[in-house]
């Protein structure tokens, strides 16, 4: 079966495969580049990401781009940014496992089409859906997995950054080995 982009993004928009549909105000599909290298993945739309219908573009979306840009890197430029769940799970809660099976089909396709060469998970809850269902971030965090020809890491949501000053230095030092394996990735 072919995927399509706008196909993918059609079926988003009209999703009830789960109850995150009942109190959402637009789905946050995900956006970037269609043919990036890294694909970061994060757990699902915020306050501000479900007015918006965009991703990442409250105070951790903020966070992220600043981040990005210390690498020389841009949302849109052979970067794409998506979540495990694209409807915003109410009070921010984390989505539960039944929500994120239901929603992750639509990643799989956005992953299908976009082919990456390294996948950032952004968090416990994206850690858990791409890497390794029974780690734990605090412990997993910058190490690199190759899984098929990708490489995936683990690293903290920006958001924990901004509760948690003192994880910004174990963040920005898998931002760097990060970069590292973006330029050999990129030969
Ligand atoms: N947190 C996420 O995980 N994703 C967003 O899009 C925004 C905040």
Not at 94 to 120: F, S, T
Not at 162 to 168: A, G, I, P, T
């Amino acid at each position: 079966m072919e995927i399509r982009w706008d196909a993918i993004e059609r079926d988003v928009a009209a999703c009830q495969r789960c109850r995150l549909c009942e109190k959402r105000t637009h789905p946050a599909f995900g956006e970037g580049d269609p043919h990036a290298t890294i694909l970061f993945v994060g757990e699902g739309p915020g306050f501000e990401e479900d007015r918006q219908g965009r991703v990442f573009v409250g105070p951790a979306g903020q966070l992220l781009d600043r981040m990005l840009a210390a690498c020389g890197l841009k949302r849109g430029e052979d970067v794409y940014i998506a979540n495990v769940v694209k409807c915003r799970p109410p009070g921010n809660r984390n989505p539960q496992d039944d929500e994120a099976e239901q929603c992750l089909p639509y990643l799989r396709a956005q992953y299908a089409l976009i082919r990456p060469k390294i996948v950032v998970c952004l968090g416990a809850v994206a850690m858990k859906h791409l890497y390794d269902r029974d780690a734990r971030i605090t412990k997993v965090r910058g190490q690199w997995r190759e899984k098929g020809g990708v490489w995936f890491l683990p690293t903290y949501h920006p958001a924990a950054l901004l509760r948690d000053e003192s994880k910004k230095r174990d963040a920005w030092a898998d931002f760097q080995s990060l970069l590292e394996k973006y330029t050999e990735v990129k030969g």
